[in-house]
């Protein structure tokens, strides 16, 4: 099993940036991706932006432009940077990590843009 910490969350003001870190630990042979999703109150949890371990990201469109997930494979690390943000973008925010079809998930972290 996967244990994810995900830390650098806050409150930051339209337009501000955060970076989020997720550290994976536990049992890891080899993790295949690993990504970032958010829920807001009253909405579906939602893929904000994942990558492979061969680096290949994919992004939901409403983010596009202003969010870049990274990874660093020999830590079992991911990282979130986003910028310009944007009220819409206040969530829990999860990080997500599959291994051998198996998917494990943090306890998410607290995400606020205010206007």
């Known amino acids: 099993q996967v244990q994810l910490v995900e830390s650098g969350g806050g409150l930051v003001q339209s337009g501000g940036s955060l970076r989020l870190s997720c550290a994976a630990s536990g049992t890891i042979s080899r993790l295949n991706t690993m990504g970032w999703y958010r829920q807001a109150p009253g909405k579906q949890r939602e893929l904000v932006a994942k990558?492979?371990?061969?680096?290949?990201?994919n992004y939901v469109d409403s983010v596009k432009g202003r969010i870049t997930i990274t990874r660093d494979n020999a830590k079992n690390n991911v990282y979130l940077q986003m910028n310009s943000l944007k009220p819409e973008d206040t969530a829990v925010y999860y990080c997500?990590?599959?291994?051998?079809?198996?998917?494990?998930w943090g306890q998410g972290i607290q995400v606020t843009v205010s206007s």
């Open positions: 997500n990590a599959v291994q051998r079809l198996i998917n494990d």
């Open positions: 990558i492979t371990s061969a680096g290949s990201t």
